[in-house]
């Protein structure tokens, strides 16, 4: 990747943003996890999951909560690679000619962030807590370790 990137920041909806510190905030495993690693591991059980769009509520305003400048420096090279990932393995429908578009990998990436904070507001946070969720995000962490190109 060269250097003069054009990426976008990361905005996501407040009700996403309620949920992200809820689950940093929940005595449990993510307890104390920021937000760029929350969204993270929502976008991947979406995309492990194939968790259908989830629309955002009417009204709904997008605050940013990753500059571009943030995203754009070295520091953050691997995120912007996760989000690469993310884009390939869904929109991009693993085709590489298809990743030059910056604004449409981030607004994918946050899409399926959004599903999987949904997911996760209602397994992790309402229905029975961590303790039932832990299994799943056991198995999913594990299917990281299997090869994702076939």
Request: with cysteine.
């Amino acid at each position: 990747m060269s250097k003069r990137q054009n990426w976008p920041s990361i905005s996501i909806c407040e009700s996403d943003q309620d949920i992200v510190r809820e689950i940093s905030q929940y005595q449990g495993i993510l307890r104390g996890t920021d937000t760029k690693d929350i969204l993270m591991i929502a976008a991947s059980l979406a995309v492990d999951m194939d968790i259908p769009e989830v629309p955002i509520p009417a009204g709904e305003h997008k605050k940013d909560i990753m500059h571009q400048s943030l995203l754009r420096s070295e520091a953050y090279r691997e995120y912007r690679q996760y989000m690469l990932l993310i884009y390939y393995l869904t929109a991009g429908q693993r085709d590489l000619k298809t990743m030059s578009d910056f604004k449409a990998i981030v607004d994918n990436f946050v899409d399926y962030a959004h599903r999987g904070l949904q997911l996760l507001k209602t397994s992790y946070l309402k229905a029975g807590g961590p303790e039932q969720f832990e299994d799943k995000f056991a198995e999913a962490i594990g299917k990281c370790q299997q090869p994702i190109l076939n």
